[in-house]
Structures are given as structure tokens and as C-alpha cells.
């Protein structure tokens, strides 16, 4: 299993964190540009990477003010869990971290691996830049 992640330190509540992460009509902010055709609801959303695959993601559970976990909605090019953390840090930060894990065979590692880690760093940049 491939594991990627990366955090920020977000100048704000856990709970403010955790309930805009648990929304996925506010991941929409977190996407780079070359993530097209963005529809979601609370509890689902669907998308395309430009020139490259559809991927729709449901939440699979929320742990109020702790987790929530992301799967693929149908069968993806490979198993993929994307899970956000949101730790309380005192004087009103919130340590937020996106965890993806992903089963890579070693092909698929050396094609994937880094833009999924460009994915993780961009969101976890927006993420902090739109809630600060």
C-alpha cells in the first residue's frame, strides 16, 4: 500500500475545519484546474481529471471533529482510500492532514505516485489559504 499525506497548521476551529471537510460541495475549492465537469452533493462527488480518468468519491464515514473518508463511488484504475484528519491544536488551530492510501502495483507507483503527491500538497495548500 502507497501511502501519501501531507498537513497544515489552519488558523481555526476543529469544528469549522472538520464541518468544511465533511461537506464535499466544498472540496470543489480544493481541486487544481485541470479537474473538470465538478458535481457534488453533502455526501458525494464526481469529477474528471483533464485528459485522464472520471473519478466519483463518496464519504464512507465521519468521525465528528476527528476524520472523514473518502472511496471511490465505482471500481477505480486502482483501490484508493482519501482520508482527512483534523486535530485540535489549542489557541483555535486545528492540525488538518490528507491521507491518501492508495494499492499501487510498482508500475502504477512510478506513474501515480507523484501526482498524487502534487494532488495531496496543492489541497492541503488550498485548503489552508481558503479557510485562513
Given at each position: 500500500?502507497?501511502?501519501?499525506?501531507?498537513?497544515?497548521i489552519?488558523?481555526?476551529?476543529?469544528?469549522?475545519?472538520?464541518?468544511?471537510?465533511?461537506?464535499?460541495t466544498?472540496?470543489?475549492?480544493?481541486?487544481?484546474?485541470?479537474?473538470?465537469?465538478?458535481?457534488?452533493?453533502r455526501?458525494?462527488?464526481?469529477f474528471?481529471?483533464?485528459?485522464?480518468?472520471k473519478?466519483?468519491?463518496k464519504?464512507d464515514?465521519?468521525?465528528?471533529?476527528?476524520?472523514?473518508?473518502?472511496?471511490?463511488?465505482?471500481?477505480?484504475?486502482?483501490?484508493?482510500?482519501?482520508?482527512?484528519e483534523?486535530?485540535?491544536?489549542?489557541?483555535?488551530?486545528?492540525l488538518?492532514?490528507?491521507?491518501?492510501?492508495?494499492?499501487?502495483?510498482?508500475?502504477m507507483?512510478?506513474?501515480?505516485a507523484?501526482?498524487?503527491?502534487?494532488l495531496?500538497?496543492?489541497?492541503?495548500?488550498?485548503l489552508?489559504?481558503?479557510?485562513?
Amino acid at each position: 500500500m502507497t501511502v501519501i499525506q501531507n498537513q497544515a497548521i489552519i488558523d481555526e476551529s476543529v469544528d469549522r475545519v472538520f464541518a468544511f471537510l465533511a461537506d464535499c460541495t466544498n472540496h470543489e475549492q480544493l481541486m487544481p484546474e485541470n479537474i473538470q465537469d465538478w458535481a457534488s452533493t453533502r455526501d458525494q462527488a464526481s469529477f474528471t481529471i483533464q485528459n485522464m480518468v472520471k473519478l466519483a468519491l463518496k464519504v464512507d464515514r465521519r468521525i465528528e471533529n476527528r476524520e472523514v473518508v473518502f472511496v471511490p463511488v465505482e471500481k477505480a484504475p486502482f483501490d484508493v482510500t482519501l482520508r482527512w484528519e483534523t486535530t485540535l491544536q489549542g489557541d483555535g488551530q486545528t492540525l488538518a492532514r490528507l491521507i491518501v492510501e492508495a494499492d499501487l502495483n510498482m508500475m502504477m507507483k512510478m506513474v501515480a505516485a507523484k501526482p498524487l503527491q502534487k494532488l495531496v500538497d496543492y489541497q492541503v495548500d488550498r485548503l489552508k489559504s481558503v479557510l485562513n
